[in-house]
C-alpha cells in the first residue's frame, strides 16, 4: 500500500536538480479560429530531475539506498527545492507577515499555510518543522499561541483572530514528490567514481 514518508531527500543528493512548474491547458479552436482555453487543473504540479551532477560512488549509494526505502514511485517524501522552499524572497528570512493565510471571522482557529504567486494562492502542506512563524494583524504571535500540524501545514492558533482580522505567516516548506521511474541506471567509471542517468521526480497531490 502506497504512504507518504515524512523524509527530506538529502540537499546533496539533489546537486545538479533541474525542474519547475507545469500547468495542463486543454485548447479548442473554434470554425471562426478563436481559441477556448480550459484547464483540469487547479493548481500547477512540479517536476524534476535530480542525480546528473552525481560522481561519488558513496552518494550514489545514499540515493540508491533512499530510492529502495521508498520502494521506487510507491512512496512519496519531502523535497527541497532551493529555487522555491520560502515564504519570504529568495536569500531573505522568513517573517510572520509574509503571506496571507486567512481573515478572522470571531470562531475559525485553523488555517491552511499558502503561499501567493500574484493572484494565484498555492497551498502549502509540508512546512518545514520549527520555521513557521505567524501573525494577526500584523502582530506576531508567541510560539505558544499557536500550533502547526508538519504533515499537513495546518496552523491553528490557541485563540480565534477578531472578525475581519488578517491572519499572515512565515515559513519554509517542501514539496511533496515521488519519484517517477521504478529504476536508477549507474554507470562505473572507475574505482572512486561513476556517473548517474538523471532520476525524475514529480509533485504529487496529498
Known amino acids: 500500500m502506497s504512504a507518504f514518508h515524512e523524509v527530506v531527500l538529502p540537499a546533496r543528493l539533489a546537486f545538479g536538480s533541474t525542474g519547475g512548474v507545469e500547468r495542463r491547458t486543454e485548447i479548442v479552436t473554434l470554425a471562426s479560429g478563436f481559441e477556448r482555453r480550459s484547464t483540469p487543473w487547479a493548481h500547477g504540479r512540479r517536476r524534476y530531475l535530480i542525480g546528473a551532477g552525481l560522481r561519488s560512488l558513496e552518494d550514489m549509494a545514499a540515493l540508491t539506498a533512499f530510492f529502495e526505502a521508498r520502494r521506487g514511485r ?48 498555492r497551498p502549502l502542506r509540508k512546512p518545514v518543522e520549527g520555521s513557521v512563524v505567524v501573525a494577526v494583524d500584523g502582530v506576531d504571535l508567541g510560539a505558544r499561541d499557536f500550533e502547526v500540524e508538519p504533515a499537513t501545514g495546518v496552523v491553528t492558533l490557541a485563540e480565534a483572530p477578531s472578525d475581519g482580522a488578517a491572519v499572515t505567516a512565515g515559513f519554509l516548506f517542501d514539496t511533496p514528490v515521488r519519484f517517477d521511474a521504478d529504476r536508477i541506471e549507474v554507470t562505473l567509471e572507475s574505482f572512486e567514481a561513476g556517473r548517474l542517468a538523471a532520476v525524475p521526480l514529480i509533485e504529487i497531490r496529498i
Open 74 to 121: 510507491l512512496h512519496g517524501f519531502r523535497f527541497r527545492d532551493f529555487a522555491d522552499f520560502r515564504s519570504c524572497a529568495p536569500g531573505a528570512q522568513p517573517a510572520a507577515t509574509d503571506q496571507p493565510i486567512g481573515t478572522g471571522d470571531g470562531t475559525t482557529t485553523a488555517f491552511q499555510l499558502a503561499k501567493s504567486y500574484g493572484d494565484y494562492v
